[in-house]
C-alpha cells in the first residue's frame, strides 16, 4: 500500500499522484496579531517578520519610523537589524517572558548595541490608531508611541495540509505527532523539520532530514 497525494495541476482543476511514501516538510509561520488575540483598532503599520522583510528586500521600502517588536527570539533580533537598517527606530522589545530566548552575543550585538528596551514579562493589550499605528498599550498599563508594530516568533506548523489528511496533530505543541522515525498517524505518510517541532535551526532540520531519508530507504526497499 502507498500513499495518494493530492496536488494542484492548474488553476482550474486537481490532480493526484500516487506515491510509495509522502513527506510533508511545510515548515512554520509566524502568529499574527489575530491568533494572539491583541485587542484595539486595525490600522496600517502591523507585520509578521515575514512580511517585514518582504516589505524591505522586495519593495525596499521603510515600514516606519518608530517600531515596537513583539517578542524576544532569534528572528526578533533579526527584525531589530531590519528595522534599523532601513531607518526606523525601534522604541522596544516586548516579551511575555521572563527573559530573552536568543543567543546572548546576538542580543549584545543587536538589542543591547542599539539600547533598545527589552521589555520582560509585558504583553502588548491593544494597539491604537486609525488609519496608521500610533501607538500600543501594554499590560502594566504603559503606552509606547510608535507607527509600525511587528510581531515575531510564536512559530506554529504550517500543518493545514496535514489536518486535511487526517493526520494526528500534536496539540500541545502546535505541531504534526510523529514517532522515532518521523512517521505520521497516517500510512506510509511522514513528516519533518519544523513542521514536527516549532522552531528549530535549519542545521537541527537538515540532521533530521537524512535520518529521515536513511529511514525511507529501506521503507522503499532500495537498500541505499
Not at 517588536?69 to 533579526?78: D, L, P, R
Amino acid at each position: 500500500a502507498g500513499a495518494r497525494l493530492l496536488v494542484s495541476s492548474t488553476v482550474h482543476d486537481l490532480d493526484s499522484l500516487d506515491a510509495d511514501a509522502v513527506v510533508l516538510a511545510t515548515g512554520v509561520r509566524e502568529r499574527p496579531r489575530t491568533a494572539r488575540l491583541v485587542a484595539g483598532d486595525r490600522p496600517a503599520g502591523v507585520y509578521t517578520t515575514g512580511q517585514l522583510q518582504q516589505i524591505t528586500a522586495f519593495l525596499g521600502v521603510s515600514p516606519g519610523r518608530r517600531a515596537v517588536i513583539v517578542g524576544a527570539e532569534h528572528v526578533s533580533m533579526s527584525a531589530v537589524i531590519t528595522l534599523r537598517s532601513h531607518g526606523c527606530e525601534v522604541a522596544a522589545m516586548v516579551t511575555e517572558r521572563a527573559a530573552h530566548e536568543s543567543h546572548p552575543l546576538l542580543v549584545m550585538a543587536t538589542v543591547k548595541r542599539a539600547r533598545v528596551p527589552l521589555l520582560t514579562s509585558r504583553r502588548v493589550t491593544r494597539i491604537v490608531g486609525r488609519e496608521r499605528v500610533e501607538s500600543v498599550e501594554l499590560d502594566d498599563g504603559t503606552t509606547i508611541e510608535c507607527d509600525t508594530v511587528v510581531f515575531t516568533g510564536d512559530w506554529v506548523g504550517e500543518h493545514e495540509v496535514a489536518r486535511h489528511a487526517g493526520v494526528a496533530l500534536d496539540d500541545s505543541r502546535r505541531a504534526v505527532a510523529v514517532d522515532d522515525t518521523f512517521r505520521t498517524s497516517r500510512d506510509r505518510t511522514f513528516a519533518i523539520g519544523n513542521l514536527v517541532h516549532p522552531a528549530r535551526a535549519s542545521g537541527t532540520c537538515a540532521i533530521d532530514g537524512r535520518r529521515l531519508a536513511r529511514h525511507l530507504a529501506q521503507v522503499l526497499g532500495t537498500g541505499r
